[in-house]
């Protein structure tokens, strides 16, 4: 099924435009929700990776993609930020992907947000006529903590998905609730196969080092709390009890965590530092 959705797409495509040089913008087919695609390709582009950018909670894709240009001219890459609206795409949806549906059930997979980047990718694919592109996911902020779920339940074919300071994660547990653990979901999503799938996920946690102080957005929660007193801890909190986990079981373990210093939460620094190719296509 899912290799006759990619045809489609791709066929879709097939007498369509390839991405502009320069910044642009692209509707992606969605269903009934088409996404829009805040893009940016090198003037120099050749054969570079793809680049997908997932914005934080002020749903600023238009302002990611711009933050994330230094990337694409760093690394010939073509970059593509789709927006998630909170209209149509509320924190259930977006940091939480949508798993759970308001009446507190689990959602089928094609009903989840995750189910969107696989779209998007086939779509670029198809625009550039590169069915083989390699790609990457990269969020910040309420796009880590999307890309951390996603990573537990959809990872698809992403060379490496880096959650850059998320404000809490998904520890690999039944003791905490969904999202923050894998408590209260049925056993087909919470399972020991489930979690060890996870844990060989190809995920980096990609924290900077001044990411301690509460802001608006901050989840004070009783289970946010429970993670750690601050986006850097909670990270490295999480990294480390992931690590002991896998180790424990005997289990693979594909994660990595990067730190860049002196950097707080700032997508634009974090995305333009140095630590961020290692974060991206740094060996585990």
Known sequence: MKRIICFLLLASCLHAAPLPKGPGT???????EPITLFTYKPPTYKDGPLLVVCHGVGRNAEDYRNFAITLAERFGA?????????????????QRGGLVGADGKAQPPEAWTYAAIPKIVAHVRGLEAKPALP??????????QFLVR????????AVRIIAANPGSHLFPTRDQDFGYGFGKLPAELSGDD???RYLAAPLTFYLGTDDIYPRPSFDDSPAGMKQGTNRLE????????????????GWAFNWRKVETPGIGHDAAFMFAAKEAGDALFGKK
């Open 194 to 196: 489930v979690i060890r």
């Open 135 to 144: 790609y990457y996911l990269i969020g910040h902020s309420a796009g880590g």
């Open 78 to 94: 073509i970059v593509v930020a789709p927006l998630f609206d909170t209209q149509r795409f509320p924190s259930a949806r977006y």
């Open 150 to 157: 996603l990573a537990a339940f959809m990872p698809g074919e």
């Open 234 to 249: 909670r990270g490295r909190n999480c990294f480390e009890f992931a690590r002991k986990l896998a180790a424990e079981r």
């Open 26 to 32: 692209v509707e992606c087919p969605n269903g009934t």
